[in-house]
């Protein structure tokens, strides 16, 4: 056998989701007569079912095979943040696909998510921690990504699947037009503090990464270089939040003097903490290189950019 029909075989044996699905959209496409005619039969439906989703089990299981290779390649911070995509677009795609056929369910797609949300941090979690504990018995965890999609995660969560069960406005599980106001005016702003968090987030991980181990730098260093940029990037955002929908130059720069004058007392002590060396021996610093800096102020400017461009696009949104 040629190496050319090796590799063909390899491949196939590696990708034999990809036909499997195929051909359950093409019988399913073809015969919508038998899945009918099964609706009325318990038998025959709960073994199509089964059929189904097991097909679809294995496509996501696929999909998300196929985003872990290329978050390895593009490294961790890209890879988090492909993965994270990949899969709400999976379910974002399920739920719209089942909302467009059918009946009309208003409800379908806030009782999906909230299916979802209770599967996610509940079941699926437990069952990671519980395997994770009997395979490797001791674990480490990054409490800093699982606290920013849990700030992200339960806000929404009370606002669009527990708060409508309390309210009195409208009969049922429903918002009254003002609540959904309100909830539509919260969503952006937890976006735009989700988004800023990740930034940051991904900022001081590859800054600290860079400064030990590419820049050859002491822990101490990496240490500060991460401080420096947390506290710059809330700086910033400090700025970008002068208005939360128009843009930071429109808002005026001087029209705020105390935080202009807040902003260089915290810059001053930052300096201090830095660079005193009396500050470096009570906690732990050390002076930081103008490179690393540099690299602080790049992911500050990133993050000024960001929500520039999320405000421009939610107004331009709005105003559509």
């Known amino acids: 056998m040629s190496a050319a029909h090796s590799q063909f075989f390899k491949f196939w044996r590696r990708e034999w989701p990809l036909p499997l699905i195929i051909l359950t959209l093409a019988l399913a496409l073809l015969g919508k007569r038998g899945i009918t005619a099964a609706l009325e039969q318990p038998a025959m439906l709960i073994a199509l079912l089964t059929i189904i989703c097991s097909v679809i089990l294995v496509a996501a299981v696929a999909l998300v095979r ?40 208003p409800t379908l797609a806030r009782d999906t998510m909230f299916a979802v949300v209770m599967l996610v941090l509940n079941g699926f979690i437990g069952l990671a921690l519980l395997l994770g504990g009997m395979r490797h018995r ?54 735009r503090t989700g988004l800023v968090a990740l930034i940051m987030l991904a900022g001081a991980m590859w800054l600290f990464h860079r400064t030990q181990h590419a820049g050859g730098e002491s822990l101490a260093a990496a240490r500060t ?13 400090l ?16 029209t705020n003097l105390p935080a202009i004058y807040g902003v260089v007392a915290m810059i001053a002590l930052q300096l201090l903490f830095t660079y005193a060396p009396f500050m470096n021996q009570l906690f732990h610093t050390a002076p930081i290189s103008a490179e690393s800096w540099f690299r602080v102020v790049a992911v500050a400017a990133v993050t000024f950019v960001a929500v520039e461009v999320e405000k421009a696009i939610r107004a331009r949104s709005f105003v559509a």
């Open 66 to 105: 196929h985003e872990e290779v290329l978050a390895h390649r593009w490294g961790d911070h890209a890879g988090t943040l492909l993965l994270t995509l990949t899969i709400t677009g999976l379910e974002v795609a399920m739920v719209a696909f089942v909302m467009s056929t059918g009946a009309e369910k």
């Open 138 to 191: 001791e674990q480490s965890y990054n409490l800093q990504s699982a606290s920013i999609f849990l700030v992200m995660i339960v806000p929404f969560t009370v606002l669009s699947l527990v708060l409508p069960n309390f309210t009195r406005a409208t009969p049922g599980p429903t918002l009254a037009p003002f609540q959904m106001i309100f909830l539509s005016v919260m969503g952006p702003l937890l976006v």
């Open 225 to 237: 270089a991460v401080i420096n940029v947390i506290v710059v990037v809330e700086i910033v955002y």
């Open 239 to 254: 700025f970008n939040c002068r208005s939360l929908n128009h843009s930071f130059l429109r808002a005026g720069v001087f």
